[in-house]
T-cell receptor
Framework: AQKVTQAQTEISVVEKEDVTLDCVYETRDTTYYLFWYKQPPSGELVFLIRRNSFDEQNEISGRYSWNFQKSTSSFNFTITASQVVDSAVYFC????????????FGSGTQLTVLP | DGGITQSPKYLFRKEGQNVTLSCEQN?????MYWYRQDPGQGLRLIYY???????QKGDIAEGYSVSREKKESFPLTVTSAQKNPTAFYLC????????????FGQGTRLTVV
């Protein structure tokens, strides 16, 4: 069975601060995929990134960066110079190769960026 | 535009009634999913379907039913057997591969009155 843990339920930062959202996963499969989604107040989940288990390179996209470490089973997400528009719930998710069930989600982190 | 359409956005149900939530996609995806989201919780899988005329129970299927008669459509019925149906329901679709991301609709908020 797979499990995703997002220990931070809520985080508040002031605009322009950097913030890191933690994600720890559990799986016995060697081939798996990790995802981050953003859920703004409108409710729709917006895809941010996918990373496969064989690619531990960190990725940067504008103010967003992701740190994947298999040794600690973590896939953390950092927002640099946060903005009010970053306020949302962020979900980390996991899927494994060969599984039809698709995504296992963490419980989410509510990020509030204050002006 | 390609995407997933859920309707209605808000739905009110009286106790003892069945209600059906609509989900339509024009992305030509094989797989479709229904998730339930409760406040402060992650998404829990209700049902999923990999191909037409076939679907599987997820983690919390009791009190729900689905059909997949067309590739584009995956309606969810919340039956009177579901004791606590008030929640936010999200539909998703994806190509039938674990490595691909899922695309989500805008959700339906169901409230029992």
């Amino acid at each position: 069975a797979q499990k995703v843990t997002q220990a931070q339920t809520e985080i508040s930062v002031v605009e322009k601060e950097d913030v890191t959202l933690d994600c720890v996963y559990e799986t016995r499969d060697t081939t798996y995929y990790l995802f981050w989604y953003k859920q703004p107040p409108s409710g729709e989940l917006v895809f941010l990134i996918r990373r496969n288990s064989f690619d531990e390179q960190n990725e940067i996209s504008g103010r967003y960066s992701w740190n994947f470490q298999k040794s600690t089973s973590s896939f953390n997400f950092t927002i640099t110079a946060s903005q009010v528009v970053d306020s949302a719930v962020y979900f980390c998710a996991l899927s494994v190769a060969g599984s039809a069930r698709q995504l296992t989600f963490g419980s989410g982190t509510q990020l509030t960026v204050l002006p | 535009d390609g995407g997933i359409t859920q309707s209605p956005k808000y739905l009110f149900r009286k106790e003892g009634q069945n209600v059906t939530l609509s989900c339509e996609q024009n992305l030509n995806h094989d797989a479709m999913y229904w998730y339930r989201q409760d406040p402060g919780q992650g998404l829990r899988l209700i049902y999923y379907s990999q191909i037409v005329n076939d679907f599987q129970k997820g983690d919390i299927a009791e009190g729900y039913s689905v059909s997949r008669e067309k590739k584009e459509s995956f309606p969810l019925t919340v039956t009177s057997a579901q004791k606590n149906p008030t929640a936010f329901y999200l539909c998703a679709s994806s190509p039938r591969l674990a490595r691909t991301e899922a695309f989500f609709g805008q959700g339906t908020r169901l409230t029992v009155v």
